[in-house]
Each structure stands twice: as C-alpha cells, then as structure tokens.
C-alpha cells in the first residue's frame, strides 16, 4: 500500500501544482495562495473532525515544525529564483529534498534491499532530468509557482519570476553558486517537512496533517498582507477561482496520502515515489495544455515509470 499511497499523493500534488501554476498566469501567485492555503487547511480540519478523535499533544510540536519548516522553504526557493539560476536552483532543491528524509530513513534503521535502493535512484535521477528543463523555461506572466506552501521542493510548474536587469533577463550578480545555495537552503527545509510530517503523524493521521497546514498558511497569508496583494476572488474569473481552490483542496488530500503512505511501508520508498510529482506536472501541462515534452522532460518520465517497476518488484 506504500507504493499506492506514495504514487497518489504524487499525482494530487502534481495536479495541485499544475492548477496553480495555471492560475498565476492570470493573478499574481500571492493572490493564489492567500486563497488555496487557507481551502486545504479548511479541508483537512473537516476530515480531521469527521475522523474523531482528539489531536495527540505528542505530535502536535512536529505538525507544526513540519508547517515552519514548509513555510521557510517556500521564502527560500522564491527568493532562489530571484537570485540565482532556475536550471540550479530547482534540481538542487528537489534532490536535496528527496536525499534528506532518506537519509534520516536510513539512519533510523530502514534497510531496503538493492532493487528499491536501484530504482529510488533511477526515481531521484527522473525528478532531476524533469526539473532541469523545467526550471529553465522562460519567465510568464503571473509569478512564482502558485502551489500551497506544503512546499516540498520542486520546480515552478509554469514559469516563475525573473527580475530583469542583465542579458537574458538575468539579474545582475546572479550566479550558480548562489543558486546552488538557495537550493540547498529549501531542499533542507523541504526535506524536513517531509520528515517532521512523518514523525507528527506517529500520533495520528489527519489531525497532525491538519496543524501542519495551518502552520504553513500563516506564511504566504503573511507574505500576501505584506506585499498588498488581493485575494484571488477579486477580479479572478470563475474558472480561475476553481483552480486556485482546486490546488489547494488537492494539496490538502495529497499531504494525507503522504502520510498514510509513510504509515504504510518504508518511508524511504514513500518519500522518493512521492517527489516524482514534478513529472505529473509536466505531463497534465502537455495534456491540457499542449505545451511540447522537452527531450529531458520525456527522458524523465520514462525513467519514472521504470523507477517505480523496479521499486514495485
């Protein structure tokens, strides 16, 4: 069931992105997730009270460690994009943020045989391949990734800001090395939601999901306060409206079935089949929206589906 749960919560966290990303082209990405933050933390407090049962105080300080640390990545990856290089920034990210909670898996005692160590790193090696071209993608209208701020790494689904200021676009100062820190920056942080998110729900599955999302609201909320940016019901189109609800209401249900996948099986496995949702992404944005597969991108997906065969053996 961990390979269920861990490939569910992958394609609702790709299709969250997606629909976000998709709404930022039209409204700025804070008006998108001063609205979809605060609808997937409305739903998991719902399910949390229709489950019953009372939050458990033991893991209640990791829930909301797992939203701050979620919260921290999101500033960090942003202003990463702004700095440094989207082609470092993104991959580093996503990498780091695979390896970390699977370090931790490993040093706590998990020990997977080589065919799940071999497709974990044909797994990692995919999210590379799609997050690279990914990131490399020209600047749209409408910002930064407009995701929830459950923010486990990755890369702008469709497009993020630039500022202008040099050839290319590229600000003056912006260099690799600095996009190779602010990617390792949100990767730690990324890598430690998925950790604290883990370990919180030890002590129960929906209520500390639950707190996690509330915690990791309060940052774009504050974020869109602070710039001045409007709600997203404001000026946005109907269609708009439902995607920017429908990412956060996805986002929410793919935080549970990360942590029913964690709960399943291996967290390790869950954690590496859970990052493939870059590729999800860029599958829907060629789907729906007709946007060409890149020769890295289809590189990527193919070696997806062979990662997650050899980890399924």
Do not use: K
């Not at 933390?41 to 797992?66: C, E, Q, R, S």
């Not at 974020?223 to 709600?231: F, L, R």
């Amino acid at each position: 069931m961990v390979i269920v749960f861990a490939l569910a919560a992958a394609v609702l966290y790709g299709s969250a992105d997606f629909l976000g990303g998709a709404a930022s082209r039209r409204i700025r990405a804070l008006s998108v997730l001063a609205v979809s933050a605060p609808a997937g933390v409305v739903v998991l407090l719902a399910a949390a009270l229709l489950a019953g049962g009372p939050p458990v105080m033991a893991g209640v300080p990791w829930a909301v460690a797992a939203g701050a640390a979620g919260g921290a990545g999101l500033i960090i990856f942003y202003a990463g994009l702004a700095a440094g290089p989207m082609r470092v920034v993104a991959p580093v990210s996503a990498v780091v943020s695979t390896v970390l909670p699977v370090g931790v898996a490993v040093a706590t005692g998990e020990r997977p045989g080589p065919a799940v160590y071999a497709g974990g790193l044909v797994c990692v090696l995919a999210t590379v391949l799609v997050s690279v071209d990914l990131g490399g993608r020209p600047a749209r209208r409408g910002g930064p990734r407009g995701r929830p701020p459950s923010c486990r790494g990755g890369v702008p689904p469709l497009g993020a800001e630039r500022r202008s200021g040099g050839p290319g676009g590229r600000p003056p100062g912006l260099t690799v090395s600095r996009g190779l820190a602010y990617g390792i920056g949100a990767g730690i942080a990324f890598g430690l939601f998925f950790t604290f998110l883990r370990v919180a729900a030890t002590s129960g599955v929906l209520w500390p999901s639950a707190l996690s999302r509330a915690a990791g609201a309060v940052v774009p909320l504050a974020m869109a306060v602070w710039a001045g940016a409007p709600p997203a019901w404001r000026g946005a189109s109907r269609r708009v409206l439902a995607a920017v609800v429908g990412s956060g209401l996805l986002d929410a249900t793919a935080n549970v079935c990360y942590v029913l996948a964690t709960r399943a099986g291996l967290f390790g496995i869950a954690v590496v089949l859970t990052s493939l949702y870059p590729g999800v992404t860029v599958l829907l944005a060629r789907l729906v929206l007709g946007e060409r597969l890149r020769p890295a991108q289809l590189a990527g997906l193919i070696l997806a589906i062979a990662g997650i065969a050899v980890v399924s053996v």
